[in-house]
């Protein structure tokens, strides 16, 4: 008798976990303890079962001979496959049950299954606790792709797989092989609804543990592989979400939002410089303006908005080199609809802080094309077209904006920016004016053609994400020499200076 590896299978009730030890008691290397907790677990618990006493005439009930001298004596197999049921884990427990061994979590959606979720996400903490976080792996995906769940198990486990595995002898269980098993479990069926609250409970723990199975085969997961964030550090940021800060995973409006159910939201986006938000005043009044001219109600008080703003930095530790997008929705509606009247939760307020450099390269400049369409699309055609950014026109075809920022352009020393007639009114725009102003530049509000865009010495844009950022070409034609323009470095440093200078202190906020 050799000392022998134990692999314990931890699940709710009526998760396949039969069908799953059966497949591993087909490998010529594994001997399958099931449910040896049971006994013990009857006894502590002392709850009624059918054939309690018989169990525990036959069974080992104490705790500890179960563990040292079953799960873990010695045997003649390399491998014993432990199928437990996370409930049965109770009080009076060996600590080496956890500790030594190989663990995984075998969970099952709570729609098909309603039972001890619980209990699985404690063992499943434990064990991260102690350094050995377990693999998880879903009924669903074993259902759905069995040899490709077990192979990544036996991986994730370091055993080596056999393709026995995918099928057992006839007369255990309901059917002898996962293929056979995928067709028949698991019809769509409707969901018992008096168990509504404890699915509610249910759900999120499932959710949890799903997070870490590593194959998702489900309809609705991603078919796509995980991207790479532009900056990684954002990969791990608390946002806040109507009246709370929750994890980036987390964070999502409900499906009866006005946002989701049609667009109706309006935003701000802020940055942060040196401990300090710029503008910060000047974009609450422009968000609150923007409410008011959606007659948006039960909006939150600026007092409201300020603190979720100062309380999402200081949680996330963003105080520089970060940037906010600030939204307002009309809030949830009772059942969809367009209409205002069905809005009766409030607004939802949306904090999403982020560590964001400015956006554009505004060392070497960006390029610029013209958008054919007025509405809608046209940084889908600037993207179309390999621009940064798109211009759009006004509705007599004079140059407005960009779909992101607002535009200047300097002609023979006079810098010249579109009136705010058909633009946002930016406050990045409205900045760079009084600069231009202090600087003593000359400055003209007015009309501006394409052709005075294509012909121009430089061409600059504004906005808070990526602040000044020179354009060296708008629709194939070079601006200037093709080089970041004097005024446009000047207007840069200028606006740095004051970025790094003013702005509404977070510290401040904490002190007061
Ligand atoms: C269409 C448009 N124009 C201009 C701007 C720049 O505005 P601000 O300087 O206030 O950031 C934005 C900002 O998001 C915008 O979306």
Same mark, same amino acid.
């Given at each position: 008798m050799e000392e022998v590896e134990v692999i314990h299978a931890w699940s709710a009730p009526r998760s396949l976990s039969t069908s799953l030890m059966y497949s591993f008691s087909q490998r010529n290397d594994v001997e399958v303890l099931d449910e040896p907790l049971y006994a013990h677990f009857l006894r502590v618990s002392g709850f009624d079962r059918p054939y309690r006493d018989q169990i525990l005439s036959n069974m080992e009930s104490d705790g500890n001979k179960v563990v040292n001298d079953i799960i873990y004596r010695p045997g003649n197999n390399k491998y014993r496959f432990c199928k437990h049921i996370s409930k049965q884990r109770v009080l009076g427990l060996p600590e080496d049950l956890i500790k030594k061994g190989k663990h995984f979590i075998f969970i099952r959606n709570p729609l098909d299954i309603l039972l001890g979720l619980l209990e699985l996400v404690q063992i499943y903490n434990e064990l991260c606790d102690i350094g050995k976080p377990p693999p998880v792996i879903d009924a669903e995906e074993l259902q759905k792709d069995p040899e490709a769940t077990l192979r990544g198990l036996c991986n994730d486990l370091e055993i080596p797989f056999q393709p026995s595995m995918l099928s057992w002898e006839a007369g255990k269980g309901p059917c002898k092989s996962w293929l056979i098993l995928c067709h028949v479990v698991n019809p769509f069926q409707p969901f018992p609804f008096y168990l509504y609250d404890l699915l509610e409970r249910s759900l999120p723990l499932y959710n949890m543990l799903r997070?870490?199975?590593?194959k998702k085969s489900s309809?609705? %997961?991603?078919? @796509?592989?995980l991207p790479d964030l532009p900056v990684p550090a954002n990969e791990k940021l608390l946002a806040w979400v109507g009246d709370e800060l929750v994890t980036r995973d987390s964070s999502k409006v409900s499906v009866f939002d006005s946002v989701v159910q049609g667009g109706d939201s309006v935003w701000e986006g802020l940055r942060v410089y040196k401990r300090k938000i710029f503008k910060l005043e000047e974009h609450l009044d422009r968000i609150s303006d923007s409410a008011k001219a959606l007659a948006f109600e039960n909006v939150p008080t600026r007092d409201e908005i300020k603190e979720a703003i100062f309380k999402t930095l200081i949680t996330n530790g963003m105080f520089d080199n970060a940037h906010i997008r600030l939204s307002l929705t009309r809030g949830k509606k009772?059942?969809?609809?367009? %209409?205002?009247? @069905?809005?009766?939760y409030g607004c939802t307020l949306i904090v999403l802080a982020e560590w964001k450099p400015p956006v554009y390269d505004n060392e070497r400049g960006i390029v610029l094309v013209t958008a054919t369409t007025r509405r809608n699309s046209p940084n889908v055609e600037g993207n179309n077209a390999k621009a940064d950014d798109a211009i759009m026109l006004d509705q007599d075809g004079f140059v407005s904006e960009t779909n992101a920022t607002n535009i200047f352009i300097v002609k023979k020393g006079r810098v010249l920016t579109p009136h705010a007639d058909y633009c946002l009114p930016g406050i990045t725009r409205s900045t760079v004016m009084d600069l231009l102003v202090k600087e003593q530049f000359i400055l003209e509000e007015r009309r501006i053609s394409l052709s005075e865009v294509h012909t121009a010495d430089e061409v600059w844009t504004t906005g808070t994400m990526g602040e000044l950022s020179p354009v060296v070409k708008v629709d194939g034609r070079t601006i200037g020499n093709g080089k970041v323009g004097p005024i446009t470095r000047k207007l840069q440093a200028v606006y740095k200076n004051l970025t790094e200078e003013s702005g509404v202190p977070i510290q401040n906020y904490l002190e007061t």
């Open positions: 997070r870490h199975v590593k309809l609705l %997961s991603s078919p @796509l592989p009772v059942t969809s609809g367009m %209409s205002p009247s @069905l809005n009766l």
